[in-house]
């Protein structure tokens, strides 16, 4: 018998105000997280803390929604690859979850598409009743730039 994930919304936001986290779900084994905005050296500690109570709490197999991140610099990186290695390590995964494009080319540049376990395909998106719900709103996106 799987364990059942319990729903949490337990939301963090970085010290930079740029970024927040949030835990969608989690039971004795798994989570899944949801990273949105800019992260740099200013919050990575926020991400590690974030990555650090799941591994402590017992939770090897981690997922983290990137969908809505805007921005990611090296010092977050390294926080995603420390914490993919200890959850290796464990017998676990960090798999990241709706990598868009950038932060694809990003990890590519990096050399970190063949360490880090990826998926385009957001976690938030593969439930159907929110995927519905999602359709329902127009999306309107802006064609300038602010400066």
């Known amino acids: 018998m799987t364990p059942r994930i319990h729903a949490s919304r337990n939301e963090s936001i970085s010290a930079s105000g740029r970024g927040s986290l949030t835990t ?8 899944l997280a949801r990273v949105v905005g800019e992260w740099d050296l200013a919050n990575a500690d926020a991400l590690a803390a974030l990555l650090d109570e799941h591994d402590r709490a017992g939770r090897r197999f981690v997922r983290l929604d990137v969908s809505a991140v805007t921005f990611l610099d090296c010092a977050c990186l390294d926080v995603l690859v420390a914490a993919h290695r200890r959850l290796l390590a464990a017998r676990g995964t960090l798999v990241l979850t709706g990598v868009p494009a950038r932060l694809a080319r990003l990890l590519r540049l990096a050399g970190l598409d063949g360490v880090l376990l990826t998926t385009s395909v957001s976690d938030l998106d593969a439930h159907p009743h929110r995927a519905a719900a999602r359709a329902r709103k127009p999306v309107v996106r802006s064609i300038l730039r602010p400066a």
């Open 24 to 31: 969608i779900r989690q039971d004795t084994s798994r989570a």
